[in-house]
């Protein structure tokens, strides 16, 4: 194999001992397996500029900017195979409590333990209090969590999401 080549297989294997893989539980590393593999079109084992923009444009994002597309490859210190990906997630995790102190802080909020909260309330709440939310941030957030007929959000959802990167499936 080419030095050229047979370095950039090490780099898409790995490159080297490291315990992130420590860091999520397999059934996690193995959706964040498939997710790098959707994102890496060409199959090269590294995610390029030409593999965002193609996996964006599949998704309907058309006009990406060539310096977005920099940028999010940037955020790595270098070529983005499975391990750095990996890596990526941890470091945007490592900041979050754990579940059950998440759901230990929204019960505070639940004293009939429900498991729900109204959305005027937590509205209320996120936009008057600490780091307020903005008009479009919690937007985004009803978009992401909608509340059900009666107004009640799921805020164990919520929890699960921020802690794992995605909904349970039912």
Not at 22 to 45: H, L, P, V, W
Not at 64 to 71: G, Q, R, S, W, Y
Not at 132 to 145: D, G, H, I, P, Q
Request: overall charge negative; hydrophobic content about 35%.
């Amino acid at each position: 194999m080419a030095p050229k080549k047979a370095k950039r297989r090490q780099q898409a294997e790995g490159g080297g001992s490291s315990n992130v893989f420590s860091m999520f539980e397999q059934s996690q590393i193995q959706e964040y397996k498939e997710a790098f593999t959707i994102i890496d079109q060409n199959r090269d084992g590294i995610i390029s500029k030409e593999d965002l923009r193609d996996v964006l444009a599949s998704m309907g994002q058309l006009n990406v900017k060539n310096e977005e597309l920099e940028a999010m490859v940037k955020e790595a210190s270098g070529p983005i195979n499975f391990t750095v990906f990996l890596t990526m997630f941890g470091e945007k995790l490592k900041g979050a409590d754990p579940e059950d102190v998440i759901v230990s802080a929204f019960k505070v909020l639940d004293p009939e333990g429900t498991g729900a909260i109204k959305k005027q309330f937590l509205e209320e709440l996120l936009t008057t209090q600490c780091d307020r939310f903005s008009a479009e941030e919690m937007k985004n957030l009803w978009a992401a969590f909608p509340p059900d007929v009666a107004g009640n959000v799921d805020y164990k959802n919520i929890c699960y999401v921020i802690t794992h990167g995605e909904e349970k499936e039912e």
